[in-house]
């Protein structure tokens, strides 16, 4: 742990990425109905990708799935990756979220019986991490999404990690599901990167969509250490501030 926050010292002294994978380029955008110019935003998004990519510079991480040609610039067939949702409004909210290989690699879906109940859903995912062990870069913050369908369960999970650590979820049962998951998946012991200790993860962050009586989704979405975030919001005549 001492080494990991030393190394987030370092990056803000020195300018630089604290971790070398510098993710899949994510974004959640809140956009107002009244927002005037909601046509332009993809272009802006992607274009700014491409220039962080040359300017900071961000490693290319977007390769083709077949040939594993790079495109160089973080952009390609569906990427950056982009969540839309249109609330009231006149401005846009955006918020990136570079997500890592290494952590995105942790994903897992269940497709569970739903007679198991809650109890089987903490049982999927703590044998999930336990598996894991070190490869998502612990210590993480776990994003699970319950319910819905297949990919809206880990749509919503992934969405969970934009909670800030420590916030409980909204939801009784799923708060203290939340509490108990931080108390099982840290007394696992796999600690820091693997290595062993107390904190295998920082946070767990549950959502919930209703489902289908005969389905029981839970989709787990981990993110490691190094959780970057940065949010914007721009107003209709282009100020922007950050939050």
């Known amino acids: 742990m001492g080494n990991i926050l030393k190394n987030v010292r370092l990056a ?11 993710g899949v380029q994510t974004f959640f955008v809140e956009v107002g109905a009244d927002f005037p110019h909601i046509r332009e935003l993809k272009g802006l998004i992607t274009n700014a990708v491409r220039r ?13 799935p077949f040939t594993n040609k790079n495109s160089g610039d973080n952009t390609g067939m569906h990427l950056p990756y982009i969540t839309w949702e249109i ?5 846009v909210t955006i918020t990136a979220f570079p997500k890592g290989g290494g952590s995105e690699n942790a994903s897992a879906l269940g497709m569970l019986n739903p007679g198991v109940g809650v109890k089987g859903i903490k049982k999927f995912i703590v044998e999930h991490i336990v ?11 776990v994003g699970v999404g319950i319910g819905g369908g297949a990919d809206l369960s880990l749509k919503i999970g992934k969405r969970a990690l934009l909670r800030p650590v420590g916030m409980r979820s909204e939801d009784e049962g799923a708060a203290a599901l939340e ?11 796999i600690g820091p990167m693997g290595l062993g200790g107390k904190t295998t993860v920082l946070d767990v962050h549950v959502e919930l969509a209703h ?8 989709g787990i979405v981990v993110q490691c250490w190094a959780d970057r975030r940065s949010k914007i919001v721009i107003s209709p005549d282009w100020k922007v501030r950050r939050l």
Do not use: F, W, Y
């Open 12 to 22: 803000g002294e020195r300018t630089l990425p604290m971790c070398q994978d510098t």
């Open 131 to 141: 598996r894991m062990g070190g490869k998502p870069c612990p210590p993480t913050i």
């Open 179 to 189: 509490e108990e998951l931080i108390e099982a998946l840290n007394a696992t012991g």
């Open 87 to 91: 609330v009231d409004g006149d401005e």
């Open 211 to 218: 489902r289908h009586p005969a389905s029981l989704p839970v």
């Open 52 to 64: 962080a990519t040359s300017e900071i510079p961000i490693r290319p991480n977007a390769v083709h």
